[in-house]
């Protein structure tokens, strides 16, 4: 028995310190992973931040301080043609597969939780917030 709540003690403080190097690895690593013709590009908080923040009013008026993602792509050298297919992936498993259509802006916005930030696409011209992504990780362009 006593045997048994050792290695039982032995994996709970395994499994702690897997779990806190987990979290750490996250705040380190705050940003998004883009991924274009085989780059893998990482672009930090910090680097979405330095670009010009836009102001803006999405069609279901809700008011938002964001960042223009063709510019942030511009910055990349990563060109943004309406042919392009992006791939959006959160942080807790969704997906999205978008295709750019004529004019439609896409945005990156910073939101606060109790554990921290996390970047939510937004889409002003989404009427119904469909398209939207929360916990924004990775984007993929094919």
């Not at 979405?48 to 050298?77: C, H």
């Not at 498993?93 to 910073?110: D, H, P, Q, R, S």
Request: overall charge negative.
């Amino acid at each position: 028995m006593k045997k048994i709540f050792i290695v039982f003690v032995i994996l709970i403080i395994i499994l702690l310190a897997l779990i806190f190097y987990q979290k750490s690895k996250i705040v380190d690593d705050e940003g998004i992973q883009i991924t274009f013709q085989n780059r893998k590009i990482f672009l930090s908080f910090s680097k979405i931040r330095s670009n010009k923040q836009i102001s803006f009013t999405t069609n279901r008026n809700d008011n938002f301080n964001g960042y223009d993602l063709s510019s942030i792509f511009i910055s990349l050298d990563i060109p943004t043609d309406n042919d392009s297919q992006y791939i959006f992936h959160s942080k807790d498993g969704g997906t999205l597969n978008l295709t750019k259509e004529v004019n439609e802006i896409f945005y990156l916005v910073f939101q606060q939780e109790a554990d921290g930030q996390y970047i939510r696409l937004v889409i002003p011209s989404d009427e119904f917030s469909q398209r939207w992504i929360k916990y924004l990780v990775a984007i993929e362009i094919e």
